[in-house]
């Protein structure tokens, strides 16, 4: 876990914002990563979303506003699990925002409190994204966190949840995603 | 065969023979003993590092740091494409950093990451934003760009 000294002096001295933000994104943008240094949260998860919609050509208002929301879920991962690696809130925050319950993520800590979360995590905001009810999603994860089971285990649970042949019977139709606010800077493409 | 050729005339050629042919003394017990302890030093000698090296390597796969990095292969297969790179998490989003290497038209690059979570997006001819085909699709995309994402375990 980062610590506060530390995130604080790399808050303070983000040069990758300043290179490829502009200036008032920059400035909106450092305030968002200083206060999640003085809140002890991780920091590179933020600037990695920021770098990710300068990249993408997003406009520089859907930038701060992915920044404050990433920010907000890493805090409610925080409280849910207590402590935690970067990594797992990093994961945490995607569960949440796959559709995740904060209790989900305090009950998985409390099934694993000796063991890393991440793959769990991962996992359960993998199958939500791929359609099933966060409810079943967070059964299948929880009966396999309650055997003890490894990496691998977790990422066989997803292979085989989101790549079924008859996908239909496991997973509901992808829920709708809400009309953007702006338009993408390029269309995306599946080959 | 030594033992049926002549002793010519050719006193070199007679005297080495004359040599081939002479019986060879068994050796004392005290040069028996000298020859078996150098044969089992020069045994030791090759099976003490093999044996060193195998604890190492043991050791080191029983006790490697559990954040160790892992190699990640990366593909696309895009075999109407003149360039591909990949961005993500892992590299600032950097979308002309990583470039992929083709071959037949299946585009890849092998990163090492460490456990984590990672999302990406293949960049097709400096301009096409791809997800991968054979990925998971992260749930956490703010940019109207459909993402990849990588669990990388331990």
Request: hydrophobic residues 45%.
């Amino acid at each position: 876990m980062l610590g506060t000294a530390t995130a604080r002096l790399l808050a303070a001295q983000e040069p990758r914002l300043l290179a490829r933000l502009p200036a008032g994104l920059a400035t909106a943008t450092q305030r968002l990563i200083d206060s999640a240094a003085s809140e002890g949260l991780p920091v590179e998860p933020l600037i990695q979303k920021a770098l990710e919609g300068e990249s993408k050509g997003a406009d520089s208002a859907r930038i701060v506003r992915a920044v404050q929301a990433l920010l907000e879920r890493l805090r409610v991962a925080r409280r849910s699990l207590g402590g935690a690696t970067e990594p797992e809130l990093v994961a945490a925050a995607a569960a949440l925002r796959a559709g995740a319950s904060p209790a989900t993520l305090g009950a998985l800590r409390a099934l694993r409190p000796n063991q890393t979360l991440v793959v769990p995590l991962s996992v359960l905001a993998d199958i939500i994204a791929a359609g099933m009810p966060p409810e079943r999603a967070w059964n299948s994860v929880r009966e396999m966190a309650s055997t003890g089971a490894g990496d691998a285990a977790f990422l066989a649970l997803r292979d085989r949840l989101t790549n079924a042949p008859s996908t239909s019977e496991l997973l509901p139709p992808p829920a709708r995603r809400p009309p953007s606010d702006a338009p993408p800077a390029s269309r995306p493409d599946r080959p | 065969m030594l033992d049926e050729a002549p002793l010519g005339s050719d006193p070199t050629l007679t005297a080495v023979l004359r040599e081939l042919r002479r019986p060879v003394k068994p050796p004392s017990q005290a040069a028996e003993r000298a020859m078996n302890i150098l044969m089992l030093e020069r045994r030791r000698r090759y099976w003490w590092p093999l044996a060193a090296a195998a604890a190492l390597t043991a050791v080191w796969l029983a006790f490697r740091r559990p954040d160790a990095t892992r190699p990640v292969r990366f593909a696309l297969r895009a075999p109407a494409s003149a360039q591909v790179t990949l961005t993500g998490d892992f590299n600032d989003w950097n979308a002309h950093q990583l470039p992929l290497h083709s071959r037949a038209g299946e585009w890849t690059v092998t990163l090492r990451l460490r456990p984590g979570r990672y999302r990406y997006a293949f960049v097709v001819d400096g301009a096409r934003w791809v997800a991968d085909p054979r990925g998971a699709t992260a749930p956490d995309d703010d940019f109207g760009t459909p993402t990849s994402v990588i669990t990388v375990g331990r």
